[in-house]
Every structure is written in C-alpha cells, then in structure tokens.
C-alpha cells in the first residue's frame, strides 16, 4: 500500500479561472489557506482525493479521482461550497467489499471484488446497506443511486459497523466501486 499525497489545484472560478490553492496532503479548511470555500472547478494532477462541502472533513463527500473538473456540476457537486479535503491513501491491486444487510454486520452478506452498477441486478434483495468490510489496499466508493450517481461515500480499510461510521444519514447504497489512484 502507498502513502502518496498527490496533488489537487482548486479555482474559484469555472474552467480553472480566478484565485486558486494548491494542496499536497490533508487540508482540513480552505479558509485557513486563505481560500474561501467557494470552488467552481478543479484540477486533480495526481492521486485520488476525498473532498468535503465543509471543513473539518464534515458533510458531503465528492471523489475525484485524475483529471479536470471545469465547473461542479462535474463532479457531481450541488454547489460552489468546497471545505476540506484529503487524499484516498489506499490504492492497490487487492480489491474487497463485504456488504451487510443488517448493523454490526447481521443479515445478508454479499462480497465484492469488482466494481457493481447495480446491487439488486447481482442479487443484493434490498436497496439498503447497514455495515461493510473493506479488506485488501483498495478504497471504494459507495453510491445511493444505480450506477454510481447519487451521494457518493468512501470507505477504505476497516469495518464500518453503520452507515454513520461512513458519515452517511441513511442505509441507501444501489452501486458501489473501487478507487483507481493514479500517480
């Protein structure tokens, strides 16, 4: 498993225009760098990041992953409001996800390996998950919506006992798929 950084640039205007921060490592609030919370596009030159609307890692999650992002709409954001993020520190070529139906990881049990745009369509009964295992040097990214749309939650090793542990307010997950870090 890597430790890398990576490298993300975020603008205060669309299509990389207007004041900009660069950020090699975990940023918890952008005001602190003098930047204020308000991103229209983003550039990610290396790595995979987890960026947060708020600082402190709080509230939604957004995952970007290499490339450009000329406004929000782009990755998948509601708004300008950016507050914190930080690099996915898992990457590999070992990949597991254990799915649970229930808290504490009681009722149905699913285990993945590769990326899956619909749960229900490999045999996942509800359109709930209450607790996960994430094993090996990979992340994943867990969507609320069929085909990774939606809110979107990253777990990367670890278990997650409820959806509270991935900061998530509901058991909603239909897609999930692994984190490709490029460097």
Request: hydrophobic share 30%; with cysteine.
């Amino acid at each position: 498993m890597s430790q890398y950084s990576g490298k993300i640039i975020f603008y205060e205007g669309k299509c990389f225009t207007g004041r900009k921060l660069e950020v090699f490592g975990d940023c918890d609030n952008f005001q602190d760098k003098g930047f204020m919370n308000r991103v229209n596009s983003i550039r990610v030159e290396t790595g995979a990041w987890i960026c947060y609307d708020h600082p402190d890692f709080k509230g939604q999650q957004y995952i970007l992953e290499r490339g450009e992002y000329p406004d929000f709409h782009r990755w998948n954001g509601h708004n300008d409001h950016m507050g914190s993020c930080k690099p996915v520190r898992m990457h590999g070529e070992r990949y597991r996800l254990e799915l649970f139906e229930g808290c504490n990881f009681t009722g149905q049990c699913m285990e993945f390996c590769e990326d899956c745009p619909f749960l229900q369509g490999r045999g996942w009964n509800k359109n709930c998950v209450n607790a996960c295992k994430v094993y090996g040097d990979g992340a994943w990214v867990l969507y609320e919506e069929p085909n990774y749309r939606g809110r979107m939650y990253i777990v990367e090793r670890g278990d997650y006992r409820s959806f509270n542990d991935w900061q998530s307010q509901s058991a909603n997950i239909q897609s999930v798929r692994r984190v490709v870090n490029y460097f």
